[in-house]
C-alpha cells in the first residue's frame, strides 16, 4: 500500500471552508461530501421558507387559492402571482424569461412531464447515453415502451476525452428514427460535464429535439438557458442551487411549450404552460418560493467564487484518492464541475453490495458520507464540494478508504 500523501490546499477564505460550515444544519460529527444526492439547503434557506409556511398558515386560503398562481379555481387578484414572481427571479439568474420557466418537484419530474407529452409512434426510438440517471432511463423507458417505441442507447467515453469524441458518439447513434435525444448536462454517476451545447447544436441539425436531464447543473456550473440550444431543459435547484427540497425547473422556449403537461393534469388544462405547471391541485410551493432567497445567498457569497473553490477542491481531491489508493483518474480537469468519480482498489469489489457494505460502513465507523457505486466491474468513489467542505474532509476519506484496502 502506498505511503499517504499531502492534499494541497485549496484556499480557504473566512467565506468557505469549515468556517462556513455554521450556515448549513449538517451535523458537525460528519464529514458530509455528498451535497450532489439529495443536496443540502443553507440555514437561512430554511428560515425564509418557514416564513412563507408560517404566512400560508396565516390564511391557507387566500394564498393559495387567490395569491399563489393565475389558475387556482379562478378566483382573481390585483397582484402577480407568488409562483411568478418567483419563476422570474430564477430565470433571470439563469439568462431566460420567466415567461419559458415553470417549477417542478425536481429534475426526474420534469422529464417524465416531457417524456409523457411527447407523441411517439411504434418503431420510434428515444436516444440516451450509457450514462444517463437511472431514475430518468427508466421514465424514457417506460414511454417509450406505452407507445411501442424504443430505446436506443449510446456508449461515451470515460474517464473522459475531447468534446468532439462525445459529439461524435452521439452522432454515431442516431439512427433512422431517433425521435428525442435524451442528454445529461453533467452526468450523475460519473459527473462529467458534457459539452451540451455543441451535442444540442448536432442533433439540432439533424432535427432531433433535445431534452436535457440538468439535475446537477443548475448552481453548479455557470450558463445561459436559452443559449445552450435545447429544446427542453429539465434541472434541480435543491442540489447546487441550494434551495430546500423538492424544488426543480422545467425550462423550454415558446414554440416547445405547446402540448407539454405536468404530471398530475389539474385546472390549467389547455390555459398555458405556466397556467398548467403553476396549480396542479393542493401542495407546500414553500420551496418553490424560497428559491430566490438561495440564489441571494449564492449570490452574496459570489457565484463565481464558490464554484471556482469547489471545482478546485473537486479537482485536487480526486487526484489525491487515486494517487492514495493506486488507482487512476483522468477525466479531463475540464470535463469537471463540482463533484468527480474516481475508482476505488480492484479489490475493494464489483457488486453493488460491495459497494453498499462500504457506503455504509464509512458512515456507521467513520462519519464520513459519501456516493459510492459499482459501475463497470468495480467500485467507485463520487466526492462532492461545496463551499463548507477542505481538503481535510477529503483526506479523511482517502485514509478511511485506504485502511480497509
Known amino acids: 500500500m502506498r505511503e499517504p500523501s499531502v492534499l494541497p490546499q485549496a484556499p480557504v477564505s473566512s467565506r468557505f471552508g469549515h468556517a462556513l460550515r455554521s450556515a448549513w444544519a449538517l451535523d458537525p460529527a460528519v464529514i458530509y461530501l455528498n451535497h450532489g444526492t439529495v443536496g443540502a439547503p443553507p440555514r437561512r434557506v430554511l428560515e425564509a421558507q418557514q416564513r412563507i409556511r408560517d404566512e400560508i398558515e396565516r390564511q391557507p386560503s387566500r394564498f393559495l387559492l387567490r395569491e399563489l398562481s393565475d ?45 409523457r407529452s411527447l407523441p411517439l409512434r411504434a418503431g420510434d426510438e428515444i436516444l440516451l447515453s450509457d450514462h444517463a440517471y437511472g431514475g430518468v432511463a427508466r421514465a424514457a423507458a417506460y414511454a417509450a415502451r406505452s407507445q411501442g417505441a424504443s430505446l436506443r442507447t449510446v456508449e461515451l467515453p470515460f474517464p473522459g476525452g475531447a468534446p468532439a469524441d462525445f459529439i461524435a458518439a452521439f452522432e454515431r447513434g442516431i439512427g ?57 431543459y429539465a434541472g434541480n435547484l435543491h442540489k447546487w442551487a441550494l434551495t430546500p427540497r423538492s ?24 390555459k398555458g404552460f405556466t397556467s398548467e405547471f403553476d396549480w396542479v391541485g393542493t401542495r407546500d410551493p414553500s420551496a418553490y418560493l424560497a428559491a430566490p432567497e438561495a440564489l441571494a445567498f449564492i449570490r452574496e457569497l459570489g457565484a463565481d467564487a464558490m464554484r471556482a473553490y469547489n471545482h478546485g477542491l473537486a479537482c485536487e481531491g480526486a487526484r489525491h484518492l487515486a494517487a492514495r489508493w493506486g488507482t487512476e483518474w483522468s477525466t479531463p480537469e475540464g470535463m469537471i464541475g463540482t463533484m468527480a468519480t474516481v475508482p476505488l482498489p480492484e479489490r475493494a469489489g464489483t457488486t453493488a453490495e460491495d459497494a453498499a457494505r462500504l457506503r455504509d460502513s464509512l458512515l456507521e ?14 467500485l467507485w468513489v463520487r466526492i462532492s464540494a461545496q463551499v463548507y467542505n477542505e481538503s481535510s474532509d477529503v483526506e479523511r476519506l482517502a485514509e478511511a478508504v485506504a485502511a480497509r484496502m
Open 365 to 378: 465507523e467513520d462519519r464520513i458520507e459519501i456516493q459510492l457505486h459499482a459501475w463497470k466491474g468495480r
Open 176 to 232: 433512422p428514427k431517433t425521435r428525442l435525444a435524451l442528454v445529461d448536462h453533467i452526468t450523475s454517476e460519473s459527473a462529467l460535464v458534457l459539452p451540451l451545447r455543441e451535442i444540442a447544436a448536432m442533433f439540432r441539425a439533424r432535427g432531433i429535439p433535445v431534452l436535457v436531464d440538468g439535475a446537477h447543473a443548475p448552481g453548479a456550473i455557470g450558463f445561459d438557458l436559452p443559449a445552450l440550444g435545447c429544446d427542453w
Open 247 to 270: 424544488c426543480g425547473i422545467l425550462w423550454a422556449p415558446h414554440e416547445r411549450q405547446s402540448g407539454i403537461h405536468p404530471n398530475v393534469v389539474s385546472w390549467g388544462l389547455d
Open 71 to 115: 389558475t387556482a379555481i379562478g378566483i382573481g387578484r390585483d397582484a402577480k402571482p407568488r409562483m411568478r414572481v418567483a419563476a422570474e427571479t430564477v430565470a433571470s439568474f439563469f439568462g431566460a424569461r420567466g415567461d419559458d420557466l415553470v417549477f417542478v418537484e425536481n429534475a426526474t419530474s420534469g422529464a417524465n412531464a416531457v417524456l
